[in-house]
């Protein structure tokens, strides 16, 4: 079965410092897409970032990065600079055909002030 | 541009009853999927749609069902409702294969 773990149920990480979640997944597949949403209290899922697998530059979108290894089937976001409104649920997910996504249990992330 | 719009937002039904759910897409987009969130199970994918037809559906009993439109719209029914379907339900829309999904704000269902 395809899977992504995320091994971090929680992970907390003070204002304005920097915080990686871990992500990996298992899939015999080639061509795929990779993601990272974020679940705040209002539960609507906001896309975070996303990396194509054929692409071997990680994607950046300001403050968030991700690093893409693709033969160890990982992919952890990172958070740099930490804002109060980073607290969220964070979810890994992949795509392989049809729109159809694959997540993991997700990482609960505290910023403290 | 106006995004993923779900109706109802909440809603509580009776175990035995059926439901339906209701999802607009962002203009444009042709692929509408529905995902249930529990706490037990996490997000697991329902079903896809894209251009009136269903491609691609989730490990669901057949109670879940879906169709969508010829303007993009898209319902989810579920019928004969047990407990354990008590979840959150949410609508995701994109352009079709590998592009980027956007998801509504989901629709809250309880039973009772």
């Known amino acids: 079965a395809q899977t992504v773990t995320q091994s971090q149920p929680e992970m907390s990480v003070q204002e304005a410092e920097t915080v990686t979640l871990s992500c990996t997944y298992d899939?015999?597949?080639?061509?795929?897409?990779l993601f990272w949403y974020k679940q705040p209290p209002s539960r609507q899922m906001i896309l975070v970032i996303r990396q194509e697998a054929y692409k071997q530059q990680n994607a950046t979108e300001n403050r968030f990065s991700v690093n893409f290894q693709k033969a160890a089937k990982s992919f952890s976001l990172k958070i740099s600079d930490s804002q109060l409104g980073d607290a969220a649920m964070y979810f890994c997910?992949?795509?392989?055909?049809?729109?159809?996504?694959?997540f993991g249990k997700g990482t609960l992330l505290t910023v403290n002030p | 541009k106006a995004g993923v719009t779900q109706t109802p937002r909440y809603l509580i039904k009776t175990r035995g009853q059926q439901v339906t759910l209701s999802c607009s897409p962002i203009s444009g987009h042709r692929s509408v999927s529905w995902y249930q969130q529990t706490p037990g199970q996490g997000l697991q994918f329902l079903f896809e749609?894209?251009?009136?037809?269903?491609?691609n559906k989730g490990n669901f009993p057949g109670r879940f069902s879906g169709r969508q439109f010829s303007n993009s719209r898209s319902e989810m029914n579920v019928s004969t409702l047990e407990l354990g379907d008590s979840a959150l339900y949410l609508c995701?829309?994109?352009?079709?294969?590998?592009?980027?999904?956007?998801f509504g704000e989901g629709s809250w269902l309880t039973v009772v």
């Open positions: 749609y894209f251009s009136e037809t269903q491609r």
């Open positions: 899939t015999s597949e080639s061509d795929y897409y």
């Open positions: 997910a992949y795509e392989i055909k049809g729109a159809e996504l694959t």
């Open positions: 995701a829309s994109s352009l079709g294969d590998k592009n980027t999904i956007y």
